[in-house]
């Protein structure tokens, strides 16, 4: 379970050395950006939450919230029962964490690096190989898993990045755009894993702005735009919700009036 309460992100500028500027000017409200505003919602083990939204909506700067890659302005995460704020090695160790950029090491086979990762995690031994192996079946990287990572296509390098994420085994597994730019093949390997970490009661929330996949994988789906929630449900309550027969429609109808209601604040 993750837990997270009130949580927002507010980003300032960075302080311009030797500015021109006199010290008591106040600095347009525009260069202050609010990426996440008073977010609050639980997620369940064994169910597969989508995190929907539009380029710039506030995805990554949450997913990053909840692994503690960002600290936040306001609010706190809660990785079963360790708060981050207080116990953030603790609440990292139950994490799985597939970043929106996969930083292999170029010189490492893919087994090497999902190695490196496991080793990094306290795998070792038959624990560790076993794992790397079982990995490397469901994700169909026979074929890569002892070259090199330099050269590998966006499917390669995405199959090697996820197999490293979960190598340990987490209880909590955090996606940010699992199958953007992948190919069919590719797809439907990581499709079949996130129903296998299901299968298995673990928690997992993954990010995208693809309708299809999260309508075909997620129980649930979180609706977010400008940083707030904007629908928090299964896919027949968020087409209630935006009053509409598909997700995209309804999708696309919350962002309208949310944009709506925006102006007239």
Known sequence: MIRVEHLSKVFHPKKQKNSALPV????????VITA????SFTLKDGEITGLLGLNGAGKSTLMR????????TAGDVWVSEHQLSVAANAARQQLGVLPDDTGLYKRLSARENIRYFGELQGLTGMQLEESINQLINWLGMEAIADRRAEGFSLGERMKTALARAI???PQHILLDEPTNGLDV???RSV???LHELKAQNRCVIFSSHLMHEVSGLCDRILVIHHGRILADG?????????Q??????????LVQAANKESIYE
Not at 234 to 242: A, D, K, P, Q, R
Request: a negative charge; charged letters at 20%.
């Open 244 to 253: 509409a027969t598909n997700l995209e429609d309804a999708f696309v109808n």
């Open 234 to 242: 299964n896919l027949e309550t968020i087409m209630e919700i935006g």
């Open 167 to 169: 190598v340990h085994q």
């Open 185 to 187: 093949i590719t797809t």
């Open 191 to 193: 499709r079949r894993l």
């Open 24 to 31: 008591t000017k106040k600095l347009p409200e525009a260069s």
């Open 36 to 39: 996440l505003n008073d977010v």
């Open 65 to 72: 919230l909840i692994y503690g890659l960002l600290q936040p």
